[in-house]
């Protein structure tokens, strides 16, 4: 047996959805300013759907037709009470949740933008109030200009959240780039765990429901993260800022290994030859890997026959939560059914509960 019947399970990569949200979201909290082109809930032919800057990018209370899987939830990921009854069917303890305001809006304005995160992130607090223990929404940093980044990570941290996601490619310069060295100064002195996760990087496949680019879109796109992880180790943004705790939130894990021997390999090559000139590392990047960076995944089987390679303490299992592709209601018998159990009782309790706890502070 895998699991125990009293181990707590948490899941690291969960989500709420633009169409799970309450409707009212936005038009009662973001400033007046904002409000007339904020998103708003407006009845069309097709029911209820989001819709900002005059266009219309979900339904509401419900998920856009052509998707593989029904729709289980409606509201429910988006009330606290009826996720975490969703919760106790799963057998899971907490969830770490993921935000929609960027991926799922597309707001082009940036400030619109911005006033939308801060407005999601007040609501978030409200939410994990019910239940800090057990609901962690994490904050979503404007990632548009790296200032606004940071006054808003201070902000959340205050407001006592408990991660952050920040978006590695949403404003002019990279998350890695020395604009944003001052953010990350803060992320050193607020001690968030910063979270990138899966999406930004593809170059030439685009998501198309009902069409083979789906598939081929959705098989590659956990590797994009392998540029951020390169710059963030090679700039020394994180061996520098010890304090740092970075997240590959739905990264997978299978591709882990040999991205990180590649870092090894390269710092020998360029940084033992002298050729790197600007930032000199004293440290390895898979020591730098191991000190400072997580990596969630969900249903994987090669991955999870990897995580010796990757670092026990480094990999937090998640379910996808509320994705139709996630292991709810079955999580508990999904990992059951995988490899994990030959990594030992220790290990598994470690993916499945502790390494999380840690991270986020949940006891």
Not at 177 to 191: I, K, L, N, T, Y
């Amino acid at each position: 047996m895998v699991l125990s019947p009293d181990q707590r399970l948490i899941s690291a990569d969960d989500h709420m959805d633009i169409h799970v949200l309450p409707p009212d979201l936005w038009q009662s909290r973001l400033p007046a300013a904002f409000r007339d082109r904020g998103p708003k809930v407006v009845e069309t032919d097709d029911g209820p759907f989001w819709e900002v800057e005059g266009r219309q990018v979900s339904p509401s209370g419900r998920k856009a037709a052509g998707y593989l899987q029904a729709d289980q939830h409606g509201f429910r990921p988006g009330q606290p009470a009826t996720r975490l009854e969703d919760m106790e069917k799963d057998g899971v303890y907490s969830q770490v949740v993921y935000s929609p305001t960027t991926t799922q809006l597309r707001l082009e304005d940036a400030e619109l933008r911005a006033a939308c995160q801060r407005a999601y992130n007040d609501w978030a607090h409200e939410f994990n109030s019910t239940d800090p223990n057990r609901l962690v929404l994490l904050a979503d940093i404007p990632s548009h200009d790296p200032k606004a980044a940071r006054d808003e990570l201070l902000r959340v941290a205050k407001l006592g959240l408990r991660g952050a996601i920040v978006h590695q490619f949403q404003g002019t310069d990279p998350v890695f780039e020395d604009a944003w060295h001052p953010f990350w100064d803060a992320a050193q002195e607020v001690g968030l765990p910063i979270s990138v996760h899966l999406g930004p990087g593809m170059h030439s496949l685009r998501p198309q429901l009902g069409s083979w680019r789906m598939a081929a879109f959705v098989a590659v796109v956990p590797i994009q993260l392998d540029e951020v992880l390169a710059g963030m180790i090679f700039s020394g943004i994180l061996e520098k800022r010890p304090n740092v705790k970075f997240v590959l939130g739905e990264g997978g894990l299978g591709w882990i290994p040999y991205v990180v021997e590649r870092l090894d390999h390269e710092q020998h090559k360029y940084g033992g030859g002298g050729q790197i000139k600007d930032v000199q590392l004293e440290m390895l990047p898979s020591e730098i890997f191991a000190r400072q960076v997580y990596v969630t995944y969900e249903d994987e089987k090669l991955g999870v026959e990897l995580i010796p390679r990757i670092g026990i303490e480094n990999v937090m299992w998640a379910s996808d939560y509320p994705h139709g592709d996630s292991t709810w209601p079955e999580s508990r018998r999904a990992l059951e059914g995988s490899p994990l159990a030959a990594l030992g009782a220790d290990a598994v309790k470690r993916i499945t509960c502790d390494n999380a706890a840690g991270l986020y502070g949940i006891r």
